[in-house]
Protein backbone atom coordinates (compact mmCIF):
# COMPACT_ATOMS: atom_id res chain seq x y z
CA UNK A 1 0.00 0.00 0.00
CA UNK A 2 1.74 3.32 -0.89
CA UNK A 3 1.50 6.42 1.52
CA UNK A 4 0.95 9.73 -0.15
CA UNK A 5 1.48 12.68 2.39
CA UNK A 6 -1.63 14.91 2.74
CA UNK A 7 -1.14 18.46 1.26
CA UNK A 8 2.51 17.63 2.37
CA UNK A 9 4.22 17.00 5.59
CA UNK A 10 0.97 18.65 7.04
CA UNK A 11 1.43 16.82 10.52
CA UNK A 12 4.42 18.85 11.57
CA UNK A 13 3.80 21.98 8.81
CA UNK A 14 1.21 24.27 7.27
CA UNK A 15 -0.90 22.28 4.50
CA UNK A 16 0.13 22.94 1.58
CA UNK A 17 2.71 25.55 2.16
CA UNK A 18 6.40 25.92 1.00
CA UNK A 19 7.80 24.30 4.49
CA UNK A 20 5.14 21.32 4.09
CA UNK A 21 7.13 20.86 0.69
CA UNK A 22 10.39 21.30 0.98
CA UNK A 23 11.36 18.74 3.76
CA UNK A 24 9.34 15.59 2.22
CA UNK A 25 12.30 13.91 1.86
CA UNK A 26 13.23 13.15 5.61
CA UNK A 27 9.52 10.97 5.21
CA UNK A 28 9.03 7.15 4.55
CA UNK A 29 6.17 8.31 1.74
CA UNK A 30 5.77 7.12 -1.67
CA UNK A 31 4.28 10.26 -2.72
CA UNK A 32 2.82 13.35 -2.19
CA UNK A 33 -0.63 14.88 -2.46
CA UNK A 34 -1.71 18.51 -3.20
CA UNK A 35 -4.54 21.04 -3.89
CA UNK A 36 -4.35 23.34 -7.25
CA UNK A 37 -6.78 25.91 -8.05
CA UNK A 38 -7.00 29.16 -10.67
CA UNK A 39 -6.50 32.61 -9.32
CA UNK A 40 -8.73 35.22 -11.25
CA UNK A 41 -6.16 36.07 -13.91
CA UNK A 42 -5.69 31.48 -14.38
CA UNK A 43 -2.22 31.32 -12.48
CA UNK A 44 -1.90 27.83 -11.15
CA UNK A 45 -1.64 28.04 -7.22
CA UNK A 46 -1.61 25.66 -4.04
CA UNK A 47 -3.93 25.96 -2.09
CA UNK A 48 -7.24 23.56 -0.50
CA UNK A 49 -9.90 26.03 0.65
CA UNK A 50 -11.91 28.44 -2.30
CA UNK A 51 -12.31 31.07 1.09
CA UNK A 52 -8.42 31.72 2.15
CA UNK A 53 -9.82 32.64 5.84
CA UNK A 54 -9.07 29.24 7.63
CA UNK A 55 -4.88 29.85 6.97
CA UNK A 56 -4.74 33.77 6.28
CA UNK A 57 -6.24 36.75 7.90
CA UNK A 58 -8.45 37.39 4.14
CA UNK A 59 -11.89 36.30 3.93
CA UNK A 60 -11.59 36.89 0.21
CA UNK A 61 -11.63 34.27 -2.62
CA UNK A 62 -8.94 32.84 -4.59
CA UNK A 63 -10.86 32.82 -7.58
CA UNK A 64 -11.86 36.68 -7.21
CA UNK A 65 -8.07 37.68 -6.59
CA UNK A 66 -5.22 38.05 -9.46
CA UNK A 67 -1.99 36.22 -7.83
CA UNK A 68 -0.03 39.54 -7.78
CA UNK A 69 -3.36 40.21 -5.20
CA UNK A 70 -2.78 37.01 -3.82
CA UNK A 71 0.86 37.30 -3.36
CA UNK A 72 0.55 39.95 -0.66
CA UNK A 73 -1.54 37.92 1.66
CA UNK A 74 0.64 35.96 4.29
CA UNK A 75 -0.49 32.49 5.31
CA UNK A 76 -0.43 32.13 8.84
CA UNK A 77 3.21 30.73 9.29
CA UNK A 78 4.38 33.77 7.49
CA UNK A 79 4.96 32.37 4.08
CA UNK A 80 2.92 32.92 1.01
CA UNK A 81 0.83 30.50 -1.22
CA UNK A 82 3.13 29.16 -3.55
CA UNK A 83 2.57 28.15 -7.61
CA UNK A 84 2.30 24.80 -8.86
CA UNK A 85 5.71 25.59 -10.59
CA UNK A 86 7.80 26.47 -7.19
CA UNK A 87 5.92 23.04 -5.63
CA UNK A 88 6.94 20.58 -8.39
CA UNK A 89 10.30 22.22 -8.00
CA UNK A 90 10.92 21.56 -4.59
CA UNK A 91 9.62 18.02 -4.09
CA UNK A 92 12.15 15.07 -4.21
CA UNK A 93 12.73 12.88 -7.41
CA UNK A 94 10.42 9.62 -8.47
CA UNK A 95 7.69 10.16 -6.08
CA UNK A 96 3.96 10.16 -6.77
CA UNK A 97 2.25 13.27 -7.59
CA UNK A 98 -0.92 13.32 -6.89
CA UNK A 99 -2.68 16.88 -8.03
CA UNK A 100 -5.95 17.58 -7.02
CA UNK A 101 -7.80 20.17 -9.41
CA UNK A 102 -10.38 22.34 -7.88
CA UNK A 103 -13.26 24.45 -8.98
CA UNK A 104 -16.04 25.44 -7.95
CA UNK A 105 -18.88 24.14 -9.59
CA UNK A 106 -20.19 27.91 -10.61
CA UNK A 107 -17.29 28.94 -12.37
CA UNK A 108 -17.31 27.56 -16.13
CA UNK A 109 -13.66 27.65 -16.13
CA UNK A 110 -13.40 23.78 -17.26
CA UNK A 111 -12.22 23.68 -20.91
CA UNK A 112 -9.69 26.52 -19.93
CA UNK A 113 -8.52 24.93 -16.83
CA UNK A 114 -8.10 21.56 -18.57
CA UNK A 115 -6.20 23.22 -21.21
CA UNK A 116 -4.00 25.32 -18.35
CA UNK A 117 -3.05 22.31 -16.42
CA UNK A 118 -1.88 20.08 -19.79
CA UNK A 119 0.28 22.94 -21.40
CA UNK A 120 2.03 23.55 -17.83
CA UNK A 121 2.39 19.40 -18.02
CA UNK A 122 4.11 19.30 -21.28
CA UNK A 123 7.13 21.08 -19.68
CA UNK A 124 7.64 17.96 -17.61
CA UNK A 125 9.68 15.10 -19.68
CA UNK A 126 7.91 12.43 -17.59
CA UNK A 127 4.89 12.36 -16.52
CA UNK A 128 4.14 9.19 -15.20
CA UNK A 129 4.46 9.34 -11.57
CA UNK A 130 1.53 12.19 -11.74
CA UNK A 131 -1.70 11.57 -11.26
CA UNK A 132 -4.51 14.63 -11.91
CA UNK A 133 -7.40 13.89 -9.56
CA UNK A 134 -10.82 16.08 -8.30
CA UNK A 135 -14.25 15.76 -7.44
CA UNK A 136 -14.95 17.65 -10.63
CA UNK A 137 -14.85 14.84 -13.13
CA UNK A 138 -16.60 17.40 -16.06
CA UNK A 139 -13.35 18.80 -15.71
CA UNK A 140 -11.47 15.79 -16.33
CA UNK A 141 -13.16 14.22 -18.87
CA UNK A 142 -12.22 17.60 -20.53
CA UNK A 143 -8.55 17.55 -19.67
CA UNK A 144 -9.17 13.78 -21.11
CA UNK A 145 -10.68 15.37 -24.64
CA UNK A 146 -7.41 17.21 -25.08
CA UNK A 147 -4.95 14.74 -23.94
CA UNK A 148 -5.96 10.93 -23.27
CA UNK A 149 -2.15 10.39 -21.96
CA UNK A 150 -2.19 11.75 -18.23
CA UNK A 151 -3.43 10.09 -15.81
CA UNK A 152 -6.83 11.08 -14.57
CA UNK A 153 -8.60 9.49 -10.94
CA UNK A 154 -12.30 10.73 -10.48
CA UNK A 155 -12.76 11.29 -7.05
CA UNK A 156 -16.22 10.56 -4.77
CA UNK A 157 -17.10 12.15 -1.37
CA UNK A 158 -20.15 9.72 -0.62
CA UNK A 159 -20.75 6.31 -1.44
CA UNK A 160 -22.70 4.88 -4.73
CA UNK A 161 -26.17 3.13 -4.36
CA UNK A 162 -24.67 1.51 -7.71
CA UNK A 163 -21.26 0.53 -7.74
CA UNK A 164 -21.42 0.61 -11.51
CA UNK A 165 -20.71 4.33 -11.20
CA UNK A 166 -17.43 4.31 -9.73
CA UNK A 167 -16.17 3.20 -12.75
CA UNK A 168 -18.85 5.13 -15.55
CA UNK A 169 -16.81 7.25 -17.34
CA UNK A 170 -15.38 7.93 -20.87
CA UNK A 171 -11.79 7.62 -19.48
CA UNK A 172 -9.96 4.71 -18.14
CA UNK A 173 -9.29 6.16 -14.55
CA UNK A 174 -5.96 5.63 -13.14
CA UNK A 175 -7.19 5.07 -9.91
CA UNK A 176 -10.53 5.55 -7.78
CA UNK A 177 -10.02 7.48 -4.68
CA UNK A 178 -12.98 7.48 -1.95
CA UNK A 179 -13.46 8.92 1.35
CA UNK A 180 -12.15 6.01 4.57
CA UNK A 181 -15.86 6.56 5.62
CA UNK A 182 -17.31 4.84 2.75
CA UNK A 183 -14.44 1.93 1.89
CA UNK A 184 -16.02 -1.18 2.31
CA UNK A 185 -15.18 -5.06 1.18
CA UNK A 186 -17.46 -4.97 -1.19
CA UNK A 187 -16.84 -1.90 -2.97
CA UNK A 188 -13.10 -3.07 -2.87
CA UNK A 189 -13.94 -6.28 -4.20
CA UNK A 190 -16.10 -4.94 -6.54
CA UNK A 191 -13.57 -1.96 -7.98
CA UNK A 192 -10.36 -4.72 -8.02
CA UNK A 193 -12.53 -7.03 -10.20
CA UNK A 194 -12.86 -4.36 -12.77
CA UNK A 195 -8.88 -3.76 -12.54
CA UNK A 196 -9.40 -0.09 -10.74
CA UNK A 197 -6.72 0.48 -8.11
CA UNK A 198 -8.54 2.10 -5.28
CA UNK A 199 -6.69 5.45 -3.17
CA UNK A 200 -8.68 6.37 -0.30
CA UNK A 201 -8.85 10.10 1.43
CA UNK A 202 -7.42 10.79 4.38
CA UNK A 203 -6.01 8.87 7.01
CA UNK A 204 -5.37 10.31 10.67
CA UNK A 205 -4.58 7.09 12.82
CA UNK A 206 -2.20 4.44 12.88
CA UNK A 207 -5.35 2.24 13.54
CA UNK A 208 -7.10 4.00 10.24
CA UNK A 209 -4.20 3.12 8.03
CA UNK A 210 -3.76 -0.85 9.13
CA UNK A 211 -7.94 -1.23 8.75
CA UNK A 212 -7.31 0.06 4.74
CA UNK A 213 -4.00 -2.02 4.13
CA UNK A 214 -6.17 -5.29 5.48
CA UNK A 215 -8.82 -4.47 2.84
CA UNK A 216 -5.97 -4.11 0.04
CA UNK A 217 -6.16 -0.39 -0.50
CA UNK A 218 -3.53 0.42 -3.11
CA UNK A 219 -2.53 3.82 -1.49
CA UNK A 220 -3.13 6.12 1.14
CA UNK A 221 -3.65 9.96 1.74
CA UNK A 222 -1.96 10.18 5.21
CA UNK A 223 -1.93 13.02 7.66
CA UNK A 224 0.38 11.01 9.93
CA UNK A 225 3.58 10.43 7.83
CA UNK A 226 6.41 8.95 9.44
CA UNK A 227 10.00 11.02 9.26
CA UNK A 228 12.96 8.01 8.33
CA UNK A 229 15.76 7.49 10.90
Not at 182 to 211: A, D, M, R
Amino acid sequence: MFILAHRGASNDYLENSISSFKNLESYLIDGVEFDVQLTKDNKLIIFHDYNLKRLTNSTNYIFNLDYDELKKIPLINKEYIPTLDIVMNLLPKNIIINIELKLPSFLNKHKLFAKIIIDFLKKIKNKDNIVISSFNHNLLNEIFLLDNTINLSPIFANEMDNFNKYIDFNFVPYSINLSKEYVSKEIVEFLHFNNNKIWVYSTNTIYEEKFLENLNIDAIFSNIIKKSD
